[in-house]
């Protein structure tokens, strides 16, 4: 297995969309769970947004929802997260994670609970005018 690799972060104006893309290690369908999680100066790790593999089925934190979009391209081994409507709130260093979830795990009430096996090193985000 390989450690997840995190690219697209930068610097975004309030309002403004970015692409996050992380290459992650080909897993079964059936217990692969892909997420991402952010953490901000002084706060700790939130759970952004998730997705199950066998079925797509995703999850978001509150927070986010309605302005972000996690994907997957299962023939590049590719999670994205589109995040639109950016605020300064959401500046943090974005993390993939990887984890062996059923779909429950992956997307029901805890989903957002940290126990992934492989974690990227993680990609800055700056929303600012």
């Known amino acids: 297995e390989v450690e997840p690799v995190e690219s697209g972060g930068g610097l975004v104006q309030p309002g403004g969309s970015l692409t996050l893309s992380c290459v992650v290690s080909?897993?079964?369908?059936?217990?692969?769970?892909l997420a991402w999680f952010r953490r901000s100066p002084g706060q700790e790790r939130e759970g952004v947004a998730s997705i199950f593999a066998g079925s797509g089925a995703t999850a978001y934190a509150d927070s986010v929802k309605g302005r972000f979009t996690i994907s997957r391209d299962s023939a590049k081994n590719t999670v994205y997260l589109r995040m639109d409507s950016l605020k300064p709130d959401d500046s943090a260093i974005y993390y993939c994670a990887q984890g062996v979830r059923g779909e429950a795990g992956c997307t029901g009430a805890f989903w957002a609970r940290s126990d992934f096996g492989n974690w990227g090193q993680g990609t800055q985000v700056t929303v600012s005018s």
């Open positions: 080909p897993r079964s369908y059936r217990k692969d769970c």
